[in-house]
């Protein structure tokens, strides 16, 4: 199939002249190429037109079968398609025997080419260890009260929405290592059925009883009757679109692990339908949970080539996604910089930049990017995570340290759970027999049961692919949130508040030097120097309250529980707070509840003083008298009633220098 252009500038062959060096038109070809031949799909590869140039005569160039644009064009979308050069992309496909080099130096020849990428193949997802069932893993005997908002039975097994300190998870767990959602749920938001979420990876099982309610779906399309009947370009992309096979999504083929499944559950289990597990943006149980897009661009043992990923990326741009999870990448060390990535990246990034500049919500004029940072074990992430404004993330295990596997240092910019059930069982991937850690210490999700070997919807996986969809989750809540409340924001702006909402894991780092990986036989598989991780895991652990308080406006204030604690009241009500006339607080009782007030807080010389008894988030409002110690009344003269409302959060206990751990 050819797909031309209107276009005015001629095509032509470039005289061999000009290209004066040993390798002749090699030479050209070294100019125009963005990548190598290197993990390089041999049967086709992508050109990118100089404006207004005409394809239709390299169709005659010797080994070319055929030429396609590479990308769909949208209606309503062509600008954003000229600016980013989409128009200009194609992919040409060579004839059966002909080897791909000679026929790329031919093409690089012609004027009109400006740019040449291979198809190479990005990193394919894996858990580290593989999927463990969930039916090979004992009950939690956790207690209910902590686990009593959803009545989804699997839930007290999802230590990285709240970790309780459960010994039976590993000897080290460390209780408030989580993402500090659980206050979000009840006093703050769900989920937003209105926000997508693009899954970029393995396919999404549609189908599967957890998922199935929180499903995006295309309701111009009519599944499996091989039409494209909204006529986009795409035939029976009815949950999103395999880019792979180029048809319905799958997830069950010879090669397939079950990788999207699981990391589309951490964002949007269905929460509160006493099935299985929760999600972050999963909703209460009211149909209000976000939705999830499967753009799938690993298939059986095929995909990632550059242009399924690109294709992928636009098509989650064009069909209204506010966000991609992206759960693979180069290999770390492939780009050493982000200007060394754009010079070798080509349609890939431009529809990243396409993407974020796609606004598909009223809250955040464009789209939010957020990719796992690797399981290399290297100090710096992988691309395209790593570009500075793209999210990269970063794991930790139930021990609120780093994973063994994790990248750590320059372009990881934050951290998530991503489990580390592999303490006595890596890399084996089975539940430990003895030891202080257990499977359990992995992250729980949803799972296609078509891979299980018992059957099972729900296994553990581990990596930083599962730490990645964390991040995620906590963005569509703060998108959410933040439609709910009518703020808008830029993208940087929302990237921004995302990433510096973070709780402080250098103290608990700074107070371990070393960490074991041990094998179920005690022999040590590792020893992790952990000074080596210190203020390299981004800002810190992502911390859904500390976003939705950012989109709110309300200014958080961190204190240890156990011990009364001062609050200086003076970031709030300005220097001169010690002489304000304080007329009291308010507190509810859920706020209350959740920090473990059991002591009646009080006001003094301008500080609050409070005592909290459990790990938690909540809310006081602060009333003082501004101009006097009285308020002014129809029979006196006063000042004015001011209240500022202070966000307070707890954790475990706090640090000489002020942090804590």
């Not at 690109?310 to 999870?325: F, V």
Request: charged share 20%; proline share 3%.
């Amino acid at each position: 199939m050819v797909l031309g252009m209107a276009a005015v500038l001629s095509c032509s062959r470039i005289e061999e002249k000009e290209f004066v060096s040993d390798q002749g038109f090699a030479s050209a070809l070294a100019a125009k190429s963005v990548n190598t031949l290197k993990d390089a799909m041999p049967s086709s590869f992508l050109v990118k037109l100089e404006e207004q140039a005409d394809i239709q005569e390299l169709l005659g160039t010797k080994g070319i079968s055929g030429i396609e644009r590479v990308f769909q064009s949208t209606p309503g979308k062509e600008e954003i398609e000229k600016r980013h050069g989409l128009d200009r992309w194609y992919e040409l496909f060579l004839e059966d025997g002909t080897q791909l080099e000679p026929v790329a130096e031919a093409v690089a020849g012609f004027s009109c080419v400006q740019t040449i990428e291979f198809n190479t193949v990005a990193k394919r997802p894996q858990s580290l260890g593989g999927a463990v069932s969930v039916n090979s893993i004992a009950a939690s005997k956790a207690s209910p009260t902590d686990f009593s908002q959803f009545n989804d039975p699997q839930f007290s097994n999802q230590w990285h929405y709240i970790n309780i300190g459960d010994k039976a998870i590993c000897s080290n767990v460390y209780a408030g290592g989580d993402i500090s959602v659980k206050d979000v749920w009840s006093k703050v938001t769900c989920g937003d059925p209105s926000i997508i979420v693009a899954v970029v990876d393995e396919g999404v099982k549609y189908t599967h009883p957890d998922l199935a309610a929180n499903m995006w779906k295309n309701e111009g399309e009519i599944p499996d009757n091989g039409i494209d009947d909204d006529g986009n370009g795409y035939i029976d992309d009815v949950y999103g679109y395999n880019f792979v096979d180029n048809g319905a999504i799958s997830w069950s083929k010879n090669g397939d692990v079950g990788h999207g499944t699981h990391t589309a559950g951490t964002i949007s289990a269905v929460n509160n339908n006493n099935l299985g597990v929760v999600g972050i943006a999963g909703g209460s149980g009211k149909n209000d949970g976000v939705k999830i897009m499967s753009c799938q661009i690993f298939s059986g043992n095929g995909g990632g080539e550059v242009a399924q990923v690109a294709r992928a990326i636009k098509y989650a741009a064009d069909n209204g996604a506010s966000l991609i999870s992206c759960s693979f990448g180069y290999a770390a060390g492939t780009f050493k910089s982000d200007g060394a990535y754009r010079s070798h990246a080509g349609a890939e990034y431009d529809a990243m930049l396409a993407f974020r500049d796609s606004k598909n919500n009223d809250a955040v004029d464009g789209g939010i990017i957020i990719f796992s940072s690797g399981n290399d074990a290297t100090d710096y992430a992988g691309y395209p995570g790593a570009l500075a404004d793209v999210i990269s993330v970063s794991a930790l295990g139930p021990d609120f340290l780093p994973t063994h596997y994790t990248c750590y240092g320059p372009g990881c910019k934050i951290a998530a759970p991503g489990g580390e059930g592999g303490n006595t069982n890596y890399p084996v991937g089975l539940p430990t027999a003895s030891g202080g850690w257990s499977v359990r210490a992995a992250v729980l999700s949803t799972y296609p049961s078509e891979l299980d070997q018992n059957g099972g919807d729900y296994a553990y996986m581990q990596g930083t692919s599962m730490a990645c969809p964390h991040v995620t989750g906590v963005a569509a809540l703060g998108i959410s949130y933040a439609l709910k409340l009518g703020k808008h924001y830029s993208v940087d702006e929302f990237n921004s508040m995302i990433v510096s909402s973070a709780k402080d894991i250098d103290n608990r780092i700074n107070s371990k030097s070393t960490k074991q990986i041990v094998f179920n036989s005690g022999a040590v598989y590792q020893t992790m120097q952990l000074h080596k991780y210190y203020h390299k895991m981004g800002t810190g652990c992502i911390d859904a309250w500390s976003l939705m308080m950012k989109i709110e406006g309300t200014p958080c204030s961190v204190i240890a529980i156990g011990d009364t604690h001062w609050v200086d009241l003076s970031p709030y009500f300005g220097t001169s707070s010690t002489s304000l006339t304080y007329i009291g607080f308010e507190m509810d009782d859920a706020s209350r509840e959740a920090l473990g007030i059991e002591e009646e807080p009080q006001l003094k010389y301008g500080r609050l003083y409070i005592k909290a008894t459990k790990i938690g988030s909540g809310k006081v409002t602060i009333n003082a008298v501004g101009g006097g110690s009285i308020i002014g009344s129809d029979t006196t003269i006063g000042g004015m009633p001011i209240s500022r409302e202070i966000s307070i959060i707890t954790r475990g206990f706090a640090s000489s220098t002020g942090g804590w751990l």
